[in-house]
Protein backbone atom coordinates (compact mmCIF):
# COMPACT_ATOMS: atom_id res chain seq x y z
CA UNK A 1 0.00 0.00 0.00
CA UNK A 2 0.89 3.47 -0.41
CA UNK A 3 1.20 5.28 2.69
CA UNK A 4 0.35 8.60 0.42
CA UNK A 5 -3.01 7.24 0.52
CA UNK A 6 -3.68 6.11 4.23
CA UNK A 7 -3.39 2.58 3.96
CA UNK A 8 -7.17 2.26 2.03
CA UNK A 9 -8.86 5.40 2.18
CA UNK A 10 -10.36 4.38 -1.12
CA UNK A 11 -13.83 3.36 0.74
CA UNK A 12 -16.38 1.53 0.90
CA UNK A 13 -17.79 -1.21 0.14
CA UNK A 14 -18.44 -4.53 0.52
CA UNK A 15 -18.56 -5.90 -2.29
CA UNK A 16 -17.27 -3.27 -4.36
CA UNK A 17 -16.05 -3.26 -8.06
CA UNK A 18 -12.88 -5.37 -7.45
CA UNK A 19 -10.79 -6.71 -9.09
CA UNK A 20 -8.81 -9.13 -7.17
CA UNK A 21 -9.08 -12.68 -7.44
CA UNK A 22 -7.97 -16.02 -8.07
CA UNK A 23 -8.86 -19.04 -6.14
CA UNK A 24 -11.08 -18.59 -3.11
CA UNK A 25 -10.27 -19.76 0.22
CA UNK A 26 -14.09 -19.78 1.50
CA UNK A 27 -15.47 -23.49 2.17
CA UNK A 28 -17.81 -24.73 -0.33
CA UNK A 29 -21.14 -23.83 -0.24
CA UNK A 30 -23.87 -26.70 -0.58
CA UNK A 31 -26.32 -26.71 -3.52
CA UNK A 32 -29.01 -25.07 -0.46
CA UNK A 33 -27.27 -23.22 2.18
CA UNK A 34 -30.43 -23.35 3.97
CA UNK A 35 -32.24 -20.02 5.53
CA UNK A 36 -30.18 -19.85 8.52
CA UNK A 37 -27.15 -19.45 6.72
CA UNK A 38 -28.60 -17.06 4.14
CA UNK A 39 -30.12 -14.92 7.01
CA UNK A 40 -26.70 -14.88 8.92
CA UNK A 41 -25.24 -13.74 5.63
CA UNK A 42 -27.98 -10.71 5.24
CA UNK A 43 -27.07 -9.70 8.90
CA UNK A 44 -23.43 -9.54 7.77
CA UNK A 45 -24.04 -7.60 4.48
CA UNK A 46 -26.45 -4.87 5.99
CA UNK A 47 -24.11 -4.21 9.60
CA UNK A 48 -21.19 -6.32 9.73
CA UNK A 49 -18.18 -3.89 9.86
CA UNK A 50 -15.68 -6.34 9.99
CA UNK A 51 -13.73 -3.83 12.24
CA UNK A 52 -13.30 -0.57 10.20
CA UNK A 53 -13.91 1.51 12.78
CA UNK A 54 -10.09 1.77 12.96
CA UNK A 55 -9.54 3.33 9.36
CA UNK A 56 -13.15 4.73 9.49
CA UNK A 57 -12.74 6.62 13.26
CA UNK A 58 -9.10 6.23 14.08
CA UNK A 59 -7.75 7.30 10.75
CA UNK A 60 -10.38 9.24 8.72
CA UNK A 61 -11.88 10.97 11.75
CA UNK A 62 -15.30 10.45 10.32
CA UNK A 63 -16.84 10.40 13.31
CA UNK A 64 -16.02 14.13 13.87
CA UNK A 65 -17.12 15.09 10.89
CA UNK A 66 -20.46 13.50 11.08
CA UNK A 67 -21.28 14.46 14.26
CA UNK A 68 -20.22 18.24 13.15
CA UNK A 69 -21.33 18.76 9.60
CA UNK A 70 -23.26 16.11 8.60
CA UNK A 71 -27.00 16.45 8.67
CA UNK A 72 -29.65 14.12 7.20
CA UNK A 73 -30.19 16.79 3.47
CA UNK A 74 -26.39 16.70 3.50
CA UNK A 75 -26.30 12.85 3.64
CA UNK A 76 -29.05 11.96 1.46
CA UNK A 77 -27.32 14.66 -1.29
CA UNK A 78 -24.05 12.54 -1.33
CA UNK A 79 -26.45 8.93 -2.13
CA UNK A 80 -26.72 8.35 1.55
CA UNK A 81 -29.87 5.97 1.94
CA UNK A 82 -32.38 5.59 4.87
CA UNK A 83 -34.33 2.45 5.87
CA UNK A 84 -37.49 3.42 6.93
CA UNK A 85 -38.27 -0.02 8.25
CA UNK A 86 -35.46 1.04 11.11
CA UNK A 87 -37.39 4.41 12.22
CA UNK A 88 -39.97 4.26 15.11
CA UNK A 89 -43.82 5.50 14.57
CA UNK A 90 -42.50 8.73 16.45
CA UNK A 91 -39.61 9.64 13.89
CA UNK A 92 -41.52 9.09 11.07
CA UNK A 93 -44.60 11.27 12.23
CA UNK A 94 -41.57 13.83 13.15
CA UNK A 95 -40.36 14.01 9.38
CA UNK A 96 -43.27 14.28 8.17
CA UNK A 97 -44.85 17.08 10.64
CA UNK A 98 -41.75 18.91 10.82
CA UNK A 99 -40.82 18.45 14.03
CA UNK A 100 -37.27 16.13 13.08
CA UNK A 101 -34.99 18.43 12.09
CA UNK A 102 -33.35 16.98 9.10
CA UNK A 103 -30.65 19.94 8.45
CA UNK A 104 -29.03 19.03 12.30
CA UNK A 105 -26.01 17.14 12.38
CA UNK A 106 -27.71 15.71 15.91
CA UNK A 107 -30.10 14.01 13.70
CA UNK A 108 -27.98 12.03 11.59
CA UNK A 109 -26.47 10.83 15.10
CA UNK A 110 -30.32 9.95 16.13
CA UNK A 111 -30.70 8.00 12.86
CA UNK A 112 -27.04 5.66 13.48
CA UNK A 113 -28.23 4.99 16.84
CA UNK A 114 -31.40 3.43 15.44
CA UNK A 115 -29.01 1.45 12.86
CA UNK A 116 -31.65 3.49 9.96
CA UNK A 117 -28.44 4.68 7.51
CA UNK A 118 -27.82 2.03 5.16
CA UNK A 119 -24.24 0.64 5.36
CA UNK A 120 -23.05 3.17 7.71
CA UNK A 121 -22.94 2.18 11.61
CA UNK A 122 -22.17 4.29 14.50
CA UNK A 123 -21.42 3.67 18.22
CA UNK A 124 -23.54 6.22 20.06
CA UNK A 125 -23.18 6.92 24.00
CA UNK A 126 -24.41 9.21 26.49
CA UNK A 127 -22.12 12.12 27.47
CA UNK A 128 -22.88 13.97 29.91
CA UNK A 129 -26.61 13.79 29.16
CA UNK A 130 -26.30 14.09 25.30
CA UNK A 131 -25.73 11.52 22.42
CA UNK A 132 -22.16 11.71 21.20
CA UNK A 133 -21.01 9.33 18.04
CA UNK A 134 -18.30 7.73 19.31
CA UNK A 135 -16.91 5.40 16.55
CA UNK A 136 -18.10 4.78 12.84
CA UNK A 137 -17.66 2.28 10.30
CA UNK A 138 -19.25 0.89 7.26
CA UNK A 139 -20.93 -1.91 5.88
CA UNK A 140 -21.05 -4.21 2.75
CA UNK A 141 -24.43 -2.17 2.23
CA UNK A 142 -23.02 1.11 1.73
CA UNK A 143 -22.39 0.71 -2.32
CA UNK A 144 -24.63 -2.47 -2.80
CA UNK A 145 -27.69 -1.48 -1.78
CA UNK A 146 -30.19 1.06 -1.86
CA UNK A 147 -34.06 1.89 -1.02
CA UNK A 148 -37.09 2.20 -3.21
CA UNK A 149 -38.07 5.76 -1.93
CA UNK A 150 -41.44 4.23 -0.80
CA UNK A 151 -41.36 7.42 2.39
CA UNK A 152 -39.22 10.02 0.57
CA UNK A 153 -36.59 10.04 -1.89
CA UNK A 154 -33.31 8.27 -0.04
CA UNK A 155 -35.92 6.73 2.26
CA UNK A 156 -37.83 3.27 2.36
CA UNK A 157 -37.14 -0.11 2.15
CA UNK A 158 -34.13 -1.81 1.83
CA UNK A 159 -33.30 -3.33 -2.24
CA UNK A 160 -30.20 -5.71 -1.15
CA UNK A 161 -27.64 -6.35 -4.58
CA UNK A 162 -28.52 -3.35 -5.97
CA UNK A 163 -26.15 -0.75 -6.83
CA UNK A 164 -26.03 2.34 -5.24
CA UNK A 165 -25.71 5.08 -8.12
CA UNK A 166 -26.81 7.74 -6.35
CA UNK A 167 -23.43 7.37 -3.77
CA UNK A 168 -20.95 9.75 -4.09
CA UNK A 169 -17.83 7.84 -2.39
CA UNK A 170 -15.63 10.24 -3.13
CA UNK A 171 -17.08 13.12 -2.00
CA UNK A 172 -17.94 11.40 1.65
CA UNK A 173 -14.43 10.22 1.57
CA UNK A 174 -13.21 13.44 0.64
CA UNK A 175 -14.61 15.10 4.04
CA UNK A 176 -12.38 13.35 5.88
CA UNK A 177 -9.75 16.32 8.24
CA UNK A 178 -6.97 13.58 7.84
CA UNK A 179 -6.89 13.78 3.82
CA UNK A 180 -4.49 16.55 1.97
CA UNK A 181 -5.70 18.76 -0.32
CA UNK A 182 -4.11 17.03 -3.18
CA UNK A 183 -6.20 13.20 -1.66
CA UNK A 184 -9.59 15.38 -1.95
CA UNK A 185 -9.02 16.46 -5.22
CA UNK A 186 -8.86 13.36 -6.66
CA UNK A 187 -11.60 11.76 -4.40
CA UNK A 188 -13.74 14.58 -5.42
CA UNK A 189 -12.94 13.73 -8.85
CA UNK A 190 -14.64 10.26 -8.71
CA UNK A 191 -18.48 11.46 -8.80
CA UNK A 192 -21.69 9.80 -8.26
CA UNK A 193 -21.80 6.39 -8.64
CA UNK A 194 -17.90 5.76 -9.19
CA UNK A 195 -15.24 4.29 -6.60
CA UNK A 196 -11.59 3.43 -7.97
CA UNK A 197 -10.72 0.16 -6.07
CA UNK A 198 -6.92 0.18 -6.74
CA UNK A 199 -6.34 4.01 -6.05
CA UNK A 200 -4.91 2.99 -3.02
CA UNK A 201 -2.71 0.40 -4.22
CA UNK A 202 -1.63 1.05 -7.37
CA UNK A 203 -1.89 5.49 -6.79
CA UNK A 204 -3.54 5.62 -10.40
CA UNK A 205 -6.69 7.55 -11.17
CA UNK A 206 -9.37 5.68 -13.17
CA UNK A 207 -13.13 4.77 -11.56
CA UNK A 208 -14.94 2.55 -12.35
CA UNK A 209 -19.24 2.39 -11.81
CA UNK A 210 -20.62 0.51 -8.43
CA UNK A 211 -21.70 -2.93 -9.91
CA UNK A 212 -24.88 -4.67 -9.13
CA UNK A 213 -24.42 -7.72 -6.95
CA UNK A 214 -27.48 -9.68 -7.71
CA UNK A 215 -27.91 -12.21 -9.92
CA UNK A 216 -24.31 -14.04 -9.30
CA UNK A 217 -25.57 -17.44 -8.49
CA UNK A 218 -24.43 -19.32 -11.34
CA UNK A 219 -21.66 -17.03 -12.15
CA UNK A 220 -18.23 -17.29 -11.37
CA UNK A 221 -16.08 -14.72 -12.56
CA UNK A 222 -17.97 -11.81 -10.77
CA UNK A 223 -15.48 -8.69 -11.25
CA UNK A 224 -15.41 -6.49 -14.31
CA UNK A 225 -12.13 -8.38 -15.97
CA UNK A 226 -12.85 -11.57 -13.78
CA UNK A 227 -10.42 -11.84 -11.76
CA UNK A 228 -11.52 -14.04 -8.70
CA UNK A 229 -13.75 -17.36 -9.60
CA UNK A 230 -15.73 -16.71 -6.52
CA UNK A 231 -17.31 -14.27 -4.87
CA UNK A 232 -15.63 -14.85 -1.12
CA UNK A 233 -12.70 -14.13 -2.65
CA UNK A 234 -14.07 -10.01 -3.92
CA UNK A 235 -15.67 -9.93 -0.94
CA UNK A 236 -12.07 -10.53 1.25
CA UNK A 237 -10.25 -8.12 -1.27
CA UNK A 238 -12.98 -5.05 -0.38
CA UNK A 239 -13.47 -5.88 3.13
CA UNK A 240 -9.17 -5.70 3.85
CA UNK A 241 -7.81 -2.79 1.40
CA UNK A 242 -11.25 -1.11 1.20
CA UNK A 243 -13.45 -0.91 4.11
CA UNK A 244 -10.27 -1.39 6.25
CA UNK A 245 -11.61 -4.44 7.83
CA UNK A 246 -9.30 -6.70 10.11
CA UNK A 247 -7.69 -9.32 8.41
CA UNK A 248 -5.43 -10.13 5.84
CA UNK A 249 -5.89 -10.12 1.71
CA UNK A 250 -2.75 -10.83 -0.67
CA UNK A 251 -2.74 -11.50 -4.08
CA UNK A 252 0.89 -11.71 -5.76
CA UNK A 253 -0.73 -11.28 -9.02
CA UNK A 254 -1.13 -7.40 -8.58
CA UNK A 255 1.07 -6.92 -5.97
CA UNK A 256 -1.27 -7.16 -2.86
CA UNK A 257 -0.34 -7.96 0.48
CA UNK A 258 -2.39 -6.23 2.80
CA UNK A 259 -2.45 -7.07 6.62
CA UNK A 260 -4.99 -4.97 9.15
CA UNK A 261 -4.66 -5.37 13.17
CA UNK A 262 -3.93 -8.59 15.19
CA UNK A 263 -7.20 -10.66 14.73
CA UNK A 264 -8.88 -11.78 11.79
CA UNK A 265 -12.50 -10.44 11.79
CA UNK A 266 -13.04 -11.32 7.77
CA UNK A 267 -12.38 -15.06 7.14
CA UNK A 268 -15.22 -16.32 9.28
CA UNK A 269 -17.91 -14.34 8.01
CA UNK A 270 -17.00 -15.16 4.55
CA UNK A 271 -19.17 -18.21 3.80
CA UNK A 272 -22.64 -16.46 5.27
CA UNK A 273 -21.80 -13.66 3.00
CA UNK A 274 -21.29 -15.55 -0.07
CA UNK A 275 -24.64 -17.44 0.87
CA UNK A 276 -26.57 -14.29 1.46
CA UNK A 277 -25.40 -12.91 -1.84
CA UNK A 278 -25.90 -15.76 -4.08
CA UNK A 279 -29.58 -15.61 -2.71
CA UNK A 280 -30.05 -12.15 -4.61
CA UNK A 281 -31.88 -12.45 -7.84
CA UNK A 282 -31.82 -9.69 -10.49
CA UNK A 283 -34.98 -7.77 -10.50
CA UNK A 284 -37.53 -7.90 -12.98
CA UNK A 285 -38.06 -4.91 -15.29
CA UNK A 286 -40.90 -3.23 -13.79
CA UNK A 287 -44.35 -3.22 -16.03
CA UNK A 288 -44.82 -0.65 -18.69
CA UNK A 289 -40.76 0.11 -18.76
CA UNK A 290 -40.48 -0.74 -22.08
CA UNK A 291 -42.02 -1.45 -25.36
CA UNK A 292 -42.98 -5.23 -25.77
CA UNK A 293 -43.64 -4.74 -29.32
CA UNK A 294 -40.29 -3.60 -30.16
CA UNK A 295 -38.57 -5.58 -27.45
CA UNK A 296 -39.76 -8.89 -29.48
CA UNK A 297 -38.22 -7.66 -32.60
CA UNK A 298 -34.58 -6.60 -30.38
CA UNK A 299 -34.75 -10.06 -29.09
CA UNK A 300 -34.62 -11.38 -32.51
CA UNK A 301 -32.10 -8.66 -33.59
CA UNK A 302 -29.97 -10.03 -30.57
CA UNK A 303 -29.40 -13.31 -31.13
CA UNK A 304 -29.25 -12.94 -35.06
CA UNK A 305 -28.08 -9.30 -36.42
CA UNK A 306 -26.77 -7.48 -34.01
CA UNK A 307 -24.89 -10.91 -32.70
CA UNK A 308 -25.03 -10.41 -29.16
CA UNK A 309 -25.63 -13.81 -28.03
CA UNK A 310 -22.26 -14.74 -29.36
CA UNK A 311 -21.26 -13.24 -25.91
CA UNK A 312 -23.81 -12.64 -23.88
CA UNK A 313 -25.02 -16.45 -23.96
CA UNK A 314 -27.05 -19.06 -21.99
CA UNK A 315 -29.50 -18.45 -19.04
CA UNK A 316 -27.22 -15.84 -17.64
CA UNK A 317 -26.78 -14.13 -20.67
CA UNK A 318 -22.81 -14.28 -19.88
CA UNK A 319 -19.78 -16.25 -20.93
CA UNK A 320 -17.71 -15.60 -18.02
CA UNK A 321 -17.36 -19.14 -16.62
CA UNK A 322 -16.12 -20.31 -19.78
CA UNK A 323 -13.84 -17.32 -21.17
CA UNK A 324 -11.87 -13.81 -20.90
CA UNK A 325 -12.03 -10.90 -24.07
CA UNK A 326 -9.07 -9.24 -24.75
CA UNK A 327 -10.05 -5.39 -24.43
CA UNK A 328 -9.81 -4.83 -28.22
CA UNK A 329 -13.17 -7.11 -28.56
CA UNK A 330 -15.19 -4.64 -26.46
CA UNK A 331 -15.81 -0.83 -26.64
CA UNK A 332 -15.74 -0.04 -22.88
CA UNK A 333 -12.47 1.39 -23.85
CA UNK A 334 -10.33 2.77 -24.51
CA UNK A 335 -10.68 5.12 -21.17
CA UNK A 336 -11.06 8.84 -21.13
CA UNK A 337 -8.02 10.83 -22.16
CA UNK A 338 -5.35 10.56 -19.38
CA UNK A 339 -7.38 8.04 -17.25
CA UNK A 340 -5.16 4.28 -17.26
CA UNK A 341 -6.76 1.00 -18.43
CA UNK A 342 -8.84 -0.37 -15.90
CA UNK A 343 -7.69 -3.92 -17.47
CA UNK A 344 -4.14 -3.14 -17.56
CA UNK A 345 -4.50 -2.60 -13.56
CA UNK A 346 -6.12 -5.96 -12.82
CA UNK A 347 -4.80 -9.53 -12.47
CA UNK A 348 -6.13 -10.64 -16.37
CA UNK A 349 -5.43 -8.05 -18.06
CA UNK A 350 -9.06 -8.94 -20.27
CA UNK A 351 -12.62 -8.03 -19.53
CA UNK A 352 -15.74 -10.95 -18.73
CA UNK A 353 -19.00 -10.62 -20.06
CA UNK A 354 -21.16 -8.67 -17.83
CA UNK A 355 -24.76 -10.48 -17.34
CA UNK A 356 -27.56 -8.76 -18.46
CA UNK A 357 -30.28 -9.77 -16.32
CA UNK A 358 -31.55 -6.55 -14.65
CA UNK A 359 -29.15 -4.56 -16.25
CA UNK A 360 -32.05 -2.08 -16.48
CA UNK A 361 -31.70 -1.24 -13.08
CA UNK A 362 -27.89 0.39 -13.41
CA UNK A 363 -27.42 2.99 -15.60
CA UNK A 364 -24.68 4.15 -16.68
CA UNK A 365 -23.01 1.27 -18.31
CA UNK A 366 -19.50 0.02 -19.37
CA UNK A 367 -17.03 -0.67 -16.60
CA UNK A 368 -16.46 3.33 -16.72
CA UNK A 369 -19.86 4.39 -17.22
CA UNK A 370 -18.81 5.62 -20.96
CA UNK A 371 -22.43 4.80 -22.22
CA UNK A 372 -25.18 6.62 -20.34
CA UNK A 373 -27.85 4.68 -21.63
CA UNK A 374 -29.19 1.08 -22.76
CA UNK A 375 -29.47 2.77 -26.41
CA UNK A 376 -25.84 4.34 -25.89
CA UNK A 377 -24.48 1.10 -25.46
CA UNK A 378 -25.90 -0.40 -28.54
CA UNK A 379 -24.73 2.47 -30.68
CA UNK A 380 -21.34 2.22 -29.28
CA UNK A 381 -21.26 -1.58 -30.28
CA UNK A 382 -23.16 -0.61 -33.71
CA UNK A 383 -20.18 1.45 -34.62
CA UNK A 384 -17.46 -0.08 -33.46
CA UNK A 385 -18.46 -3.52 -34.67
CA UNK A 386 -20.02 -2.26 -38.06
CA UNK A 387 -23.17 -3.92 -37.07
CA UNK A 388 -24.98 -2.17 -39.84
CA UNK A 389 -28.09 -1.84 -37.55
CA UNK A 390 -30.67 1.33 -38.30
CA UNK A 391 -31.09 3.53 -36.08
CA UNK A 392 -34.65 1.58 -35.59
CA UNK A 393 -33.03 -1.62 -34.83
CA UNK A 394 -30.38 0.04 -32.15
CA UNK A 395 -33.89 1.32 -30.59
CA UNK A 396 -35.58 -2.03 -30.43
CA UNK A 397 -32.60 -4.13 -29.09
CA UNK A 398 -32.04 -1.55 -26.98
CA UNK A 399 -35.80 -2.30 -25.63
CA UNK A 400 -34.86 -5.98 -25.52
CA UNK A 401 -32.44 -5.43 -23.23
CA UNK A 402 -34.79 -3.40 -20.97
CA UNK A 403 -36.79 -6.26 -20.37
CA UNK A 404 -34.57 -8.64 -18.68
Not at 30 to 58: C, H, I, K, M, N
Not at 80 to 92: F, I, S
Request: hydrophobic share 40%; glycine share 10%; proline share 7%.
Amino acid sequence: MHAMHLRAPALIGAALILTACGGDDAEPLPPDPGPALVEEGRQVFRFDTFGDEAQWTDTLRMHEVIASAVDPVTALSVGLKVDAEALPAAVVQGIKDGSVDLKSPATTVALLKLNAVVGVVGKVETVNGKDQLTRVGVTCALCHSTVDNSFAQGIGKRLDGWANRDLNPGAIIALSPALSPAQKAVYNSWGKGRYDPRFNQDGKNGPVVIPPIYGLKNIHRITFTGDGDDVSYWNRYVAVTQMGGLGSFSDPRIGVNVTHGNVDLVSSKLPALRAYQLSLAAPAAPAMSFDAGAAARGKVLFGGKAQCITCHSGPEFTDANERLHPVGELVGEPEAPGVPSYASRTATGQYRTAPLKGVWQHAPYFHNGSAATLGDVVEAYNTRKSLGLSEAEVAELAEYLKSL
